[in-house]
């Protein structure tokens, strides 16, 4: 009877872990997700990259705006103190806000962490944008707020 | 005492009852199966759900993203159609065991999440004791389907029945 039920959840596990595998990787999803590991990146030619220091260091300076890839309900959950919330998914809705701000004005994208994309996704609409001067800081949220540093919530 | 006795024995017979547990499996079945459904249209949106209740780093939550919606479908399915009733609803009730758990450690921690169960949207379906009560009250539905054969109104009934009645006309 366990020996047969055994069997029986060993079949289930198997049927949905295959299905699982052939839907993540025909819809590029989940693993099989379009981002690339962050060593490979190589960001467009106006994209530099920024570590935590150098993001404190313009946050200190006050004259970079700090925006937050990251959906609307994260960026109220807490962010980078002062960060405006441009969630890349939303991006067409805050076209009226991004032609406000000088083209040449330097800006630090950044989204929840290492192991996200949004912030590189946006910084390249940025820059598509017609930004010139956009940094990207990859430790993202995590690294800023594991730090210490000023936060917004 | 006898008064006791008769009823407790109405209950197991009611619980006992084929149709009852026919109907279970369809409410419970068709339930997790709706959900899985909701969930594999955007997985990402889902994995964003569980990195919510902080319980996992991205890569564990990724594969529960991935495999989790298709682990309620396959069971949702097995259950409605009788296929292994009994083990799609062991995996069912432990599933909705470790939701019930995730939700009331979430809540203890003051987080205020969305649940993610039937939506991906994360300002509705909260978490809150209602969520809590809501599995609760699923748990104990499901639980007579890991006590008592559900056997019944199964596809391999249909099945067996169709071939006799091919049988008998040939």
Same mark, same amino acid.
């Given at each position: 009877?366990?020996?047969? $039920?055994?069997?029986?959840?060993?079949?289930? /596990?198997?049927?949905?872990?295959?299905l699982s595998?052939? &839907?993540?990787?025909? @819809? =590029?999803?989940?693993?099989?997700?379009?981002?690339?590991?962050?060593?490979?990146?190589?960001?467009?030619?106006?994209?530099?990259?920024?570590?935590?220091s150098?993001?404190?260091?313009?946050?200190?300076?006050?004259?970079?705006?700090?925006?937050?890839?990251r &959906?609307?309900?994260?960026?109220? +959950?807490?962010?980078?103190?002062?960060?405006?919330?441009?969630?890349?998914?939303?991006?067409?809705? &805050?076209?009226?806000?991004?032609?406000?701000?000088?083209?040449?004005?330097?800006i630090?994208?950044?989204?929840?962490?290492? +192991?996200?994309?949004?912030?590189?996704?946006?910084?390249?609409?940025? @820059?598509?944008?017609?930004?010139?001067?956009?940094?990207?800081?990859?430790?993202?949220?995590q690294?800023?707020?594991?730090?210490g540093?000023?936060?917004?919530k | 005492?006898?008064?006791?006795?008769?009823?407790?024995?109405?209950?197991?017979?009611?619980?006992?009852? $084929?149709?009852?547990?026919?109907?279970?499996?369809?409410?419970?079945?068709?339930?997790?199966?709706?959900a899985? /459904?909701?969930?594999?249209?955007?997985?990402?949106?889902?994995?964003?759900?569980?990195? &919510?209740?902080?319980?996992?780093?991205?890569?564990?939550?990724t594969?529960?993203?991935?495999?989790?919606?298709w /682990?309620?479908?396959?069971?949702?399915?097995c259950?409605?159609?009788?296929?292994?009733? =009994?083990s799609?609803?062991?995996?069912? $009730?432990?599933? /909705?065991a470790?939701? $019930?758990?995730?939700?009331?450690?979430?809540?203890?921690?003051?987080?205020?999440?969305s649940?993610?169960?039937f939506?991906?949207?994360?300002?509705?379906?909260?978490?809150?004791?209602?969520?809590?009560?809501?599995?609760?009250?699923?748990?104990?539905?499901s639980?007579?389907?890991?006590?008592?054969?559900?056997?019944?109104?199964?596809?391999?009934?249909?099945l067996?029945?169709?071939?006799?009645s091919?049988?008998?006309?040939?």
């Amino acid at each position: 009877m366990v020996k047969q $039920t055994l069997k029986e959840i060993s079949i289930l /596990l198997g049927c949905a872990l295959l299905l699982s595998f052939a &839907h993540t990787l025909l @819809s =590029r999803q989940g693993f099989f997700a379009p981002g690339i590991p962050l060593s490979k990146k190589v960001p467009a030619k106006n994209l530099e990259l920024i570590t935590l220091s150098e993001a404190k260091d313009l946050f200190n300076s006050g004259s970079v705006l700090f925006i937050d890839a990251r &959906h609307e309900y994260d960026y109220k +959950q807490g962010a980078i103190r002062g960060a405006a919330n441009v969630p890349l998914d939303d991006f067409d809705a &805050h076209r009226s806000f991004l032609d406000k701000i000088p083209k040449e004005k330097r800006i630090v994208v950044y989204c929840s962490g290492e +192991q996200c994309a949004s912030s590189m996704e946006l910084a390249a609409k940025l @820059s598509e944008f017609g930004f010139t001067n956009i940094n990207i800081f990859f430790g993202g949220w995590q690294e800023w707020s594991s730090a210490g540093l000023p936060v917004s919530k | 005492m006898v008064v006791g006795r008769t009823a407790c024995e109405q209950m197991i017979s009611l619980l006992k009852n $084929t149709l009852f547990l026919f109907i279970l499996r369809l409410l419970i079945g068709g339930m997790f199966t709706a959900a899985g /459904l909701v969930k594999i249209d955007n997985i990402a949106a889902f994995e964003q759900a569980i990195l &919510h209740y902080q319980l996992s780093g991205p890569a564990l939550s990724t594969l529960i993203a991935a495999v989790l919606p298709w /682990l309620e479908i396959v069971c949702g399915l097995c259950l409605i159609v009788g296929i292994f009733p =009994r083990s799609a609803a062991f995996i069912l $009730t432990a599933l /909705l065991a470790c939701f $019930t758990l995730a939700v009331f450690f979430a809540m203890v921690r003051g987080l205020d999440i969305s649940c993610g169960c039937f939506s991906q949207d994360p300002n509705t379906e909260k978490i809150g004791w209602l969520k809590i009560a809501e599995n609760c009250g699923l748990l104990l539905l499901s639980a007579p389907l890991l006590f008592f054969d559900s056997e019944k109104y199964a596809i391999r009934d249909f099945l067996r029945s169709s071939a006799k009645s091919k049988k008998a006309s040939s």
